[in-house]
Each structure stands twice: as structure tokens, then as C-alpha cells.
């Protein structure tokens, strides 16, 4: 026999997480049950003060790229050291990233219905407008070589700053020598 399971809809999350999870309030049960798009076991273990660090890094990553800025990312980058630890700091942090940017993504298509990130949607409208789709392929194509610099040892920082840095500049991020 099989069993197909659908994905629940972020509602029904919600109201799931209002009776477990009693110690989140209406805002953050909204934006636990879109992020965990429709697993309920991933929304009741969700770390949620763990993903609001990574996306606080992840929007002065994306905003600093698009101001021209710098200054806030250096001392952010600093952060990502070696060992296990810093690399489950920057996994969370390169997830973030990518669900920020399709959230950008989604906006400028004109269905801002699927944002996960609705609590913050004001800010991710603001970087919307100064984002086109061009801009969103550097940035996923240049996570994906930050990814690979990884599996490569590749200092972390320095290739977060190398990363927006070629976001600022409109060039392809490359770890490669």
C-alpha cells in the first residue's frame, strides 16, 4: 500500500504550532509555518532565534553588495571561523541567503503571496527595487561557487566578502585563483 503525504498548508501549521508551540507568538507561527513549507515535524523543531541571526547576516550581506558599503560585512565575515562550528554557522547562512533571494525573486515576479519571509517583507520590497533578475543569478550563481569553496577549505570569510563584493560590482564571483 502506499501512502502519499501532501504538504499541509502554512494554516494548518499554524494552527499546529499554536497548540505546541505556545511560547511563539501569532507573527513568529506565521513565519515558522511558511519557512517550513508544509513539514510540520521540521516547524516544531525549528530553530527560530537561530534562523533570525542568520538572516539579520544574510540581509547585511545582501544590502552591503547593493550599497556599496562595506564596512558592516568586514566585521560580520570576521565571525566565520574554522571547524565544525563555523561551518554549520555558514550553512545556515548560505540557506538564508538563497531564501532571501528567492523571496526577492518572488516579489519582482509580482506573486509576493509566496514569501516565506513575511515578516520582514517591507525590507525585501526595498532591496527588490534595487535588485532585477540579473542581479539575482550573480547572487545564486555566486553562492553556488561559495559552496564549492567550502567543500575546498576555502577561508570563509574571505569568500562571503569576495562574494559581495562581486555583487557590488556586477562581475562573477569566482573562488578559483
Known amino acids: 500500500m502506499t501512502v502519499s503525504l501532501a504538504a499541509l498548508s502554512p494554516e494548518q501549521i499554524e494552527s499546529y504550532l499554536a ?46 553588495a547593493r ?4 564596512s558592516e560585512l568586514f566585521k560580520l565575515t570576521e565571525t566565520f571561523r574554522a ?16 531564501s532571501l533571494l528567492q523571496d526577492v525573486m518572488f516579489l ?3 506573486v509576493p503571496e509566496l514569501v516565506r519571509n513575511t515578516d520582514i517583507q517591507a525590507e525585501l520590497k526595498k532591496l527588490a527595487e534595487s ?13 553556488a561557487e561559495v559552496e564549492r569553496g567550502m567543500r575546498r577549505n576555502l577561508l570563509r570569510s574571505l569568500s562571503l566578502d569576495a562574494f559581495a563584493t562581486a555583487l557590488e560590482t ?8
Open 19 to 64: 497548540r505546541h508551540r505556545p511560547d511563539w507568538n501569532a507573527r513568529q507561527r506565521a513565519l515558522v509555518a511558511r519557512l517550513s513549507e508544509g513539514a510540520v515535524g521540521r516547524s516544531r523543531s525549528f530553530d527560530l532565534a537561530a534562523y533570525t541571526a542568520s538572516r539579520a547576516q544574510a540581509l547585511t550581506i545582501l544590502n552591503s
Open 108 to 110: 519582482n515576479s509580482g
Open 67 to 70: 550599497a556599496g558599503d562595506h
Open 131 to 143: 535588485a532585477d533578475f540579473a542581479w539575482i543569478t550573480r547572487a545564486t550563481d555566486g553562492l
Open 170 to 177: 556586477g562581475s562573477q564571483y569566482s573562488a578559483l585563483p
Open 83 to 98: 571547524g565544525a562550528e563555523g561551518r554549520e554557522k555558514m550553512e545556515n547562512l548560505l540557506r538564508t541567503l538563497y
